[in-house]
């Protein structure tokens, strides 16, 4: 997973993926399903020829081992997006791309990130609100890294501004659940 759309869309409710129909990325973001209907989900996306990341953390009724990954995966995911560093070191072991979900609430949790990054080596590290973004790259990049995600920024972006801002600072991309944002092409 080199390439990655610059606008990922966001979908928290799966009765809204049919909204997908006018997005022009290819990269969807599932953020929530349940263990029932999750294959239906990740069909129903890629019928619109995108490569799904699930979010691992909340699939209603799925455990938090090996076992709730590969069940994922034999579901049809591209790749997982998780706050959980085991699920990184997982999705590693099967060569699966991962997305490690932060919230940069405060300096200390921005020092979390870094030694969380250290240790599970994410191929993608989602930056949570977005205007913590530049921040957070800022620190990333004075640290001491074993290896630098990609970085993604997502939370509270609404404004095509703030897109092409959180580009300019060095986001490869932009995860947003505004339908607005989906249909630009960048």
Known sequence: MNEISKIIAAVWDPAHIDRLENYCGNDVF??????????????????????????????????SDEYAFRYVMLNGADGIITV???????????????????????????????????????DFLEVLPGSSFGKVKNIIKRAEMKKIPKLIAAGLIEQSSEVELLLREGACAISTSSENLWKEIL
């Open 84 to 122: 959980k560093s085991k699920f990184i070191e997982i999705a590693k072991k099967f060569a699966v791309p991962a997305v490690l979900r932060t919230f940069a609430l405060d300096s200390s949790a921005v020092g979390r990130i870094v030694d969380t990054v250290n240790n599970c080596l994410p």
């Open 30 to 63: 599932l953020l929530h399903s349940d263990i029932v209907g999750l294959c239906g989900h990740i069909k129903q996306i890629k019928r619109f020829k995108k490569k799904v990341y699930l979010d691992i953390d909340f699939v209603d009724g799925l455990g």
